[in-house]
């Protein structure tokens, strides 16, 4: 039974007062041995019902609340108890609000310990994309310094290298600010009419040569149709160059990649899809994260900065949509998401 502290006042006066009576009325046939012991009595009952009070009340609830900090500290959050065996309004809401609060500091704790996780990770993998074109023009420049500048084919040959590990660092880089700027909210999307089935002819003419290379096809499912979206198409133009070219990177020779546009009431969904190799179940949900390559054999591979589908992500979420991914290993890969149509004008 929940007692509350209205109730144990009630009956502790209500014992005092029943002693007192009683005493009072058996005073007059009592010798000076028996008031002793009247007096003895009230004052056993009194105490025993005030310090039941207070040891019910306070201090049981305070080391209740001590031991659940205990078990919150062990992060043991299912032992914790959430019943009193007195209903101490004052006192259970100090517990509650208690529990509540570290309960959010636990949570806070584990979010910075995630992050903090996540930054030593980066700056490993920025430091490791970094150092490659980096070394890459050093060890050309050095060797053109040693004496090979002499040489007009070598040099040539060595300086093109050179400037290609530069260029390579200066994409890193770029995409590196593009990552952050979306990261702090400063970019912002210039949204405009355009047709998306040009602009993506556009990009398949861009990477015509690296599909040739291994005798990958790719077809639009608009052919002679305009698509006319609302969004921005420099942007949009990264995505698809991103996201196409990831596929020819990993995708299966001698195979397809589609993209095509599936109309809405008022969108469209923007579909990318290839018959490769396919993303394993576990790599799925970490496909965009900065510098993450599932496949881990490429992970030296120059043409690529690892960052292009965590760019593409921060795109579409700017257009307040997102990416979803569909991938079966062998099977191949299709990533959707969907645009505005094109506004009346």
């Known amino acids: 039974m929940n007692l509350t502290s209205r109730t144990l006042a009630i009956l502790t006066s209500l014992a005092v007062a029943i002693v007192l009576t009683a005493f009072l009325a058996l005073a007059t046939y009592l010798s000076s041995k028996g008031l002793l012991v009247a007096l003895l009595l009230v004052f056993v009952s009194c105490f025993l019902l005030v310090y039941f009070s207070y040891e019910a009340l306070v201090f049981r609830e305070v080391k209740n609340v001590y031991s659940s900090l205990e078990k919150i500290k062990k992060q043991d959050f299912k032992k914790v108890e959430s019943k009193s065996t007195f209903s101490t309004d004052p006192l259970k809401k100090i517990k509650d609000d208690i529990l509540l609060i570290a309960a959010q500091k636990q949570q806070e704790i584990d979010e910075l310990k995630r992050l903090q996780l996540m930054r030593s990770e980066f700056l490993a993998d920025v430091s490791h994309e970094l150092k490659t074109p980096i070394f890459a023009a050093q060890g050309?420049?050095?060797?053109?310094?040693?004496?090979?500048?002499?040489?007009?084919?070598?040099?040539?040959?060595?300086?093109?290298?050179?400037?290609?590990?530069?260029?390579a660092l200066d994409i890193l880089v770029q995409d590196l600010i593009s990552i952050s700027q979306f990261e702090k909210g400063v970019v912002k999307m210039q949204k405009r009419n355009f047709d998306a089935a040009e602009l993506?002819?556009?990009?398949?003419?861009q990477l015509e040569l690296v599909a040739a290379?291994?005798?990958?096809?790719?077809?639009?499912?608009?052919?002679?149709q305009k698509i006319m979206l609302f969004a921005d198409p420099n942007r949009m133009?990264?995505?698809?160059?991103?996201?196409?070219?990831?596929?020819?990177?990993?995708?299966?020779?001698?195979?397809?990649?589609?993209?095509?546009?599936?109309?809405?009431?008022?969108k469209y969904t923007v579909t990318v899809k290839d018959d490769g190799r396919g993303i394993a179940e576990e790599h799925i949900n970490r496909i965009f994260e900065r510098f993450y390559r599932a496949d881990k054999s490429r992970?030296?591979?120059?043409?690529?900065?690892?960052?292009?589908?965590?760019?593409?992500?921060?795109?579409?979420?700017?257009?307040?949509?997102f990416i979803a991914v569909k991938s079966e290993e062998n099977k191949g890969t299709t990533l959707r998401f969907k645009l505005l149509k094109a506004k009346k004008e």
């Open 140 to 167: 050309f420049i050095h060797t053109l310094l040693d004496g090979a500048v002499d040489d007009p084919s070598v040099r040539d040959k060595f300086l093109q290298k050179a400037g290609k590990s530069l260029d």
């Open 237 to 266: 133009r990264q995505v698809f160059i991103n996201l196409v070219d990831n596929a020819i990177k990993y995708g299966r020779p001698a195979g397809n990649i589609w993209v095509t546009f599936t109309e809405g009431r008022r």
């Open 213 to 224: 290379a291994r005798n990958i096809t790719l077809h639009l499912a608009a052919p002679g």
């Open 299 to 321: 992970s030296r591979d120059t043409t690529s900065t690892g960052l292009g589908l965590a760019i593409c992500k921060h795109i579409v979420e700017a257009h307040r949509s």
């Open 200 to 205: 993506v002819r556009e990009v398949f003419e």
